[in-house]
């Protein structure tokens, strides 16, 4: 039985993963697009060196004597040092130019707006500094679409992760201390966030909504919330 419900539970994460409104695989930003990208790229090359194994073991099964030509220990080295040692350099290299794109992005671009998120057991609250220090809100973060945001996160209590698939990758939330990830939305629209850590019995209904609206309506939208007045 209790397998049965880890194989569901599995099944369900997988399908979330795939696709709605927490999914890695369809990014609405330039930041959650590169890990994506990295994503494919692992994933086909995984695939070719699948199916050279199926090939080799079906040229084996098929055609008896297949590769005696080659020793034991010859198969040994290309089969285990050949073969991996360009597909992992390859790999590492191109993670690391993702790696070095999104740095160069978030140093080059610049930041439009810088908002602080908080996560405790078991919601989480966003604060506005730039334009008030008063100004917050609970559930749900409003960003302004098409641009690049500061997100300054740290926890009430236990450690936390604030991610937002499609928009970024994760980052730990640490209570005492404060770290940061940018983000930004390419379309106004609303976004799935969640706390990617497990942090107690309320972890699964840790989540939050991403607003991104438009630049020109969202400064507007959060004075109408600062003033207790519902926006249309």
Known sequence: MFQRIASAGALGLTLTACSGDLSTLDPAGP???????????????????LALV?????????RPGFGRRLSAKGWMIAGGLFLPVPVLI????????Q???????????P??????????????DFRYPDLGPDLATEGTLHIPAGGVVEVHVTSADVVHSFWIPRLAGKIDAVPGHETVVRIKADVPGRYGG??????????????????????ETYRQRLTALSAGVSAP
């Open 194 to 215: 969640i706390c990617a850590e497990y942090c107690g019995t309320g972890h699964a209904g840790m989540r939050f909504t991403v607003e991104a609206h438009a630049p």
């Open 111 to 124: 930041v439009v707006a810088r908002v602080e998120a908080r996560g405790a057991m078991w919601r989480w």
């Open 99 to 109: 790696g070095e794109y999104l740095i160069g992005a978030w140093q080059n671009e």
């Open 90 to 97: 390859a790999l590492m290299t191109y993670g690391m130019a």
């Open 31 to 49: 930041y959650a697009g590169a890990i994506a990208n990295l994503w494919w790229i692992m994933l086909v090359g995984a695939g070719l060196i």
């Open 54 to 62: 199926l090939i080799l073991m079906g040229l084996v099964f098929f």
